[in-house]
C-alpha cells in the first residue's frame, strides 16, 4: 500500500480544529502523512502549536466570508461576534466544497481517506466522488451519542418543557427536561446542519473505552464500527503544544507557571468558559464576586468577546478586585493555556460550562468540576460528569443558557466551596486520570483503536483497488 496520507476536514472551530488537530498527531506519530484543511487565519493560529518533526501540514483555504455575508475575518466560530450569524458562518463551510475538490483532485500523494468532524456531512460527496473512505470524528461523548438517540425517540410524549423524564434502557439513571435539550430543528424551522447523506465507513470518538464502556458498546451496535481514540489532548507532550494550543495565551507562560507553582496542591479553582459562551456583564461580576467570596485561589478566564464592550474593564477597576484578589486571583483577559493549567497540580477544581473537549481535558488531569451547561450537548456533559462518573457537583442551572436567569454569587461560593472539600470525588477523578493515560498509552485502548482505524483505511482503500479493477 502507498504512503497512507490522511485528509482532515474540521468544522472551523476550536472544539473540533483542537481535538483534530490532536488526534493528527497520533496518527502522524505512527509515521502517516496528515493533512488539516483551514484557511490563513486559522493557520496562523495552529502553526505554533505543530511539532516540526510530525508530517503534518496545514492546508489553507480562502474562506468566503464576504460571499456568505460574513464580516470580514470570521474565519472560525469563535470569532463572529454572536451566534445568531451561525447560518452564515454554515453557509461559508458549504461554500468550501468546490475548491476542496479541486484541491483534493492535486493532492499529492492522493488521500487515503477523509476525516470530517460532525456538522459538515457534505464532505461525504466529495469522499465519494473520489472513492475514498470517509470517517466522521465525533466531538461529543458515547454517552451523549447515545442518550440524545434515546431521547428523540420519546420527545413527542413529553408534557411540559420543564418536565423531567428519565432517559430510558440506560444503566444509570439520569433526568433531563426539554428545557436541557439543545434545539431540535422541525421540518420548516431553520436547521443549518445538513443531515447525513449517507453512513461513513467508521466514527472515531475523542474518549476512552473505560470511561464509558457501556455507552462506547452501545454506539457500536448502534453505527458499526465505532473507535474511541481519546483524551486527545494527550498527544500535547511538549510545553511549547500545551502553552499555545488552539491560540497564543493571553498570559505569560513563565508567569503562570510560578503563579501556580506558588499554590498550594489541589487548591486552586479554574474557571472557563470555553471558546464560544458569551456571558452577560452582569453575569461576569456574578462570577467574579462568587469566586472571590469563596475564599479558594482562583484563575479566571474572561473572553475577548466579553470585554470588547469596555464594561468588564471598567468594572474591574472600578472595584479595584485585581488589587482585592492580588496573590490569590488570577485574572486572563483572552485565551488560556487551559490542559497546561488542569494538568498542574495545585489546581484542584474545574468551573466549567460544560463543552465535551474542556470536560474530557478535566477527566484526564484529574480535576473534579463545577458543572455550568449553557447550550448545545453541555448538559449531557453535566449529567455524565455529575450523574455516571460521580466527579462533579451542579452549580445549578435547570435551562439552556437563553433561558437561564442570573446565576448569583452565593451559588458560585456554595458549589467551589463543596467541591473543594470534597475527597471522595477527588480520588474518583485522579483514578479516572489515571485511566485515560493507560487508555492513550503503547498498548492502551485508545492506542489499540488508534491501529484498529489505520488498518480499516488500508482495508477499505484495498477494497476499493478491487472495486475499481473489476469495473
Ligand atoms: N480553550 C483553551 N483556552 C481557552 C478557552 C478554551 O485552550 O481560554 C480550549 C479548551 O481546552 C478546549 C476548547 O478550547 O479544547 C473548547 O472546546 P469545548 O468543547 O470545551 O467548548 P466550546 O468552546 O465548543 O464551547
Redesign the pocket.
Known sequence: MAQLHFLMIPLM????I??LTDFAKSLARRGALVSIVTTPLNAKRYNPTLDSSLRIQLIPLHFPCREAGLPNGCEN??ALDSLDLARQFFHACRLLKAPLHDLIRHLHPAPSCIISTSAISWTQDLADSFRIPRYVFE?VSCFTLHCSKKISQLLDSVASDSELFPVPQIPHTVEFSRNQLPRIPTKDSDSFIDPEPAPPRGTLVNTFQELEPWYLQASREERGSVWSVGPV?LSNREASELFS???E??IDEHYCLTWLDSMERNSVVYA??????ALSIEQIIEIGLGLEESGSPFIW?I?KQETNSGQVEEWLAAEGFEERVRGRGLV?R??????MI?SHPSVGGFL??????????GVAAGVPMITWP???E?FYNEKMVVDVLGIGVRVGVESCADKQGLMRRDRVRSSVGKLMGEREMREKAEALARAATDAFEDGGSSFLNVTLFIQDVVRANAEMAVYEMRE
Open positions: 472551530s476550536q472544539s473540533h483542537i481535538p466560530l469563535d466531538t489532548s494550543r488552539g491560540n495565551a493571553s472557563c468558559f470555553g471558546s464560544l459562551c478566564i473572553r486572563v483572552g485565551w488560556a493555556p487551559q490542559v488542569l466549567t460550562h460544560c463543552g465535551w473537549n474542556s470536560t474530557l481535558e449553557m447550550f448545545a453541555q
